[in-house]
C-alpha cells in the first residue's frame, strides 16, 4: 500500500483533531489557497558588494568554505535521550492523537558540542547546505549543513546585539565551526557591524548565502569572500587599525539585499507587508525557485494573510540571483496556507511542505497541493526552517531541520536541540 493510500485512511481517523490545532471558526477552509503576489515584489540593491570587495582587498585574509571546514574546532555528538525526545519519531500526544502511519522517522541525525546545545543566547533558525549550494550536492568535495543563530542580549543581559552567526557543519567528519555575518559600513575607513535580525531562513545559491531579514527582505551574502580576523576580543569591527568580530575568527560580508516596499518592524503579517521568517531552494521548478514561509502566531479572519503567506521568487541559473524584470524580483506565485505558527516551508514538484511549532510540544509537518486540503504528519519539537538535501540526480532526497529549545519559558533546562533529516518521499 503506497504512503499516499496510507494517509488518506490515517485522515479519516486522525487528521480533523490535528487540523483543528489551529482552526478557528472564522477560517474559510483548510486548504492552500493561491492568491494574488502584487504586494510582494522586490528592489534588489548590490551597492554594498563593492564594500565587501574593499574589505576582502583590505585585510588580504579572504579564506576558502573548505578551508573553514578543515579549521573546525568544535565536534558534532551523538544525541542524548532528552535531546532525541524532540524527534518525529517520539511523537505520543494524547491531546492530538495521530496514527502509526503518520508517524515520520529520521534517517539521520546529530547533536551539538555541550557549549552550543545549552547555550542560553545563541538559538538556532535556518539551515540549509551543500545541495542547495551546487547540482551535485557537494561543495568541491564536501558534504555540509549551515545552520543560523540569532543573538538574544536581553538573554544574554547586554546591550550588545553580536546579530548572527552561521555554524558550517561537515557531515563527513562531524566537525563544525562558527563564522559571524556582518554588513560593511558605507564609510571612507573600511569596517563592519553586527547584523541584528533573527535569521530564521537561510538557502545557499551557489556562492551566495540568503538570509531571511523578517521585516526587510532577503540579505545576501558571499561565501566566496569569507575573511579571517582577529579573534583575542569581544569587539565589533575595526579598532586601532585591527578587525574583530566578537571572538569569532571568520566573517563573512553583505553583498546584496532584496527589499519589500512595505518594511516596518517589528513585522507583523499584513496584506502589504510579508513577514520574511523561512527561506528555502525548490530544484524541481524550472528555473529554481527561492521559496519565503511566513509565521503568523494563529490564523487571520482576513484571507489575504489567513495562517501565513509563501511566496516563491525565480532563480537566475548562472548567476544564483533573482530574476528582475523592470529591476524588480517579481514573484512567480504565492498562496495563504491554513496553518499558523509555520517555523519552514519547502516546495517539491508542486506540492507544499509545512512544517509547524508547538512551543514545546510536538507538532505536526503539513503538507498538500494548492487547492487541497492539507495532510498532517508527525514533527518535531522546536523545529525551525527547512531544507531539501536532493537525490541523486536532483530527485527527491531529504528534508532537514533544526530544533531550537534548550530551556523552556521559565527557564528550566529541557535539553531539545537535535538537526535531523526525513525521507520527502515519506512525508504526506
Not at 551539538?112 to 550536492?137: E, I, M, R
Not at 497541493?369 to 538535501?389: F, K, M, Q, R
Request: glycine share 8%; hydrophobic share 35%.
Amino acid at each position: 500500500m503506497t504512503r499516499c493510500v496510507r494517509s488518506a485512511i490515517a485522515l479519516i481517523a486522525a487528521l480533523a483533531a490535528a487540523m483543528a490545532v489551529s482552526s478557528p471558526a472564522s477560517a474559510a477552509d483548510d486548504q492552500i489557497n493561491p492568491r494574488s503576489t502584487t504586494a510582494f515584489t522586490l528592489t534588489s540593491d548590490w551597492s554594498l558588494e563593492a564594500y565587501a570587495v574593499a574589505l576582502q582587498n583590505e585585510l588580504g585574509t579572504r579564506r576558502s568554505v573548505t578551508a573553514v571546514l578543515d579549521a573546525a574546532n568544535r565536534s558534532t555528538a551523538a544525541c542524548n535521550a532528552s535531546q532525541r525526545g524532540a524527534l518525529p519519531e517520539y511523537y505520543a500526544r494524547t491531546d492530538y492523537p495521530l496514527s502509526p502511519d503518520q508517524i515520520l522517522r529520521s534517517t539521520e541525525s546529530f547533536c551539538w558540542d555541550p557549549g552550543d546545545s545549552k547555550v542560553t543566547y545563541w538559538l538556532p533558525q535556518g539551515v540549509t547546505g551543500s545541495s542547495d549550494a551546487d547540482d551535485d550536492g557537494l561543495w568541491g568535495t564536501k558534504r555540509f549543513l549551515a545552520v543560523s543563530w540569532h543573538y538574544d542580549k536581553s538573554v544574554a543581559g547586554t546591550t550588545v546585539d553580536k546579530g548572527v552567526r552561521v555554524t558550517l557543519v561537515d557531515l563527513t567528519t562531524g566537525k563544525y565551526r562558527h563564522v559571524l555575518l556582518v554588513e560593511p559600513t558605507r564609510t571612507v575607513t573600511l569596517n563592519y557591524t553586527a547584523v541584528p535580525i533573527h535569521a530564521g531562513g537561510l538557502a545557499w545559491l551557489g556562492h551566495y548565502l540568503y538570509v531571511a531579514d523578517s521585516a526587510k527582505g532577503l540579505r545576501v551574502f558571499d561565501m566566496d569572500r569569507i575573511l579571517e580576523v582577529d579573534a583575542s576580543q569581544d569587539l565589533i569591527g575595526r579598532h586601532s587599525g585591527t578587525y574583530y568580530a566578537h571572538t569569532y575568527q571568520y566573517v563573512v560580508p553583505q553583498v546584496a539585499s532584496y527589499q519589500q516596499a512595505v518594511r516596518n518592524s517589528p513585522c507583523t503579517p499584513q496584506p502589504d507587508q510579508l513577514c520574511f521568517s523561512s527561506i528555502s531552494l525548490d530544484r524541481s521548478t524550472t528555473p529554481d525557485t527561492l521559496v519565503v514561509g511566513e509565521y503568523r502566531d494563529g490564523r487571520s479572519t482576513d484571507p489575504a494573510i489567513d495562517g501565513g503567506r509563501v511566496v516563491r521568487y525565480d532563480v537566475v541559473s548562472d548567476t544564483r540571483k533573482l530574476v528582475l524584470t523592470s529591476g524588480k524580483a517579481v514573484p512567480r506565485d504565492a498562496v495563504t496556507v491554513p496553518k499558523s505558527n509555520v517555523q519552514g516551508v519547502q516546495t517539491w514538484q508542486g506540492r507544499y511542505y509545512l512544517g509547524r511549532s508547538s512551543l514545546y510540544q510536538h507538532s505536526f509537518m503539513y503538507t498538500g497541493l494548492p487547492g487541497s486540503t492539507v495532510v498532517a504528519n508527525s514533527w518535531a519539537i522546536g523545529g525551525e526552517d527547512l531544507y531539501h538535501e536532493h537525490g541523486a540526480g536532483i530527485s527527491a532526497g531529504k528534508l532537514w531541520t533544526a530544533t531550537e529549545h534548550a530551556y523552556d519559558g521559565a527557564g528550566n533546562l529541557i535539553d531539545r536541540r537535535a538537526v535531523f533529516a526525513v525521507p520527502l518521499a515519506e512525508i504526506g
